[in-house]
């Protein structure tokens, strides 16, 4: 059974950092990622890493997060830097196996003064 854990997500005031982590288990993953979803809006793509640590950013997030991955312990983790409120949403982590994509349950990241 695939399961995928996130921790790290909280308040936060613009310009600060916050770090994700997410640990998946049950499986042998390839691409693992994040997407957000704001209130009332769609969820969108921020960052994603393949298994050999390619990484791909959202152009809203390009230079301000950093994805890093630990494929021995199935760990995906997203550093995000100078925050700002528009970066509020609540943040799923992602992992792959081949084309099927698996979830998990979502950790809520709040930027404001």
């Known amino acids: 059974q695939v399961q995928l854990v996130e921790s790290g997500g909280g308040l936060v005031q613009p310009g600060g950092s916050l770090t994700l982590s997410c640990v998946a288990s049950g499986g042998v993953f390839s691409g693992m990622g994040w997407y957000r979803q704001a209130p009332g809006k769609q969820r969108d793509f921020v960052a994603r890493?393949?298994?050999?640590?390619?990484?791909y950013y959202a152009v809203s997030v390009k230079g301000r997060f950093t994805i890093s991955r630990d494929n021995a312990k199935n760990t995906v983790t997203l550093l995000m830097n100078s925050l700002k409120p528009e970066d509020t949403a609540v943040y799923y982590c992602y992992a792959m196996i081949g084309a099927q994509y698996y979830w998990g349950q979502g950790t809520q990241v709040t930027v404001s003064s």
């Open positions: 890493t393949v298994i050999d640590g390619a990484a």
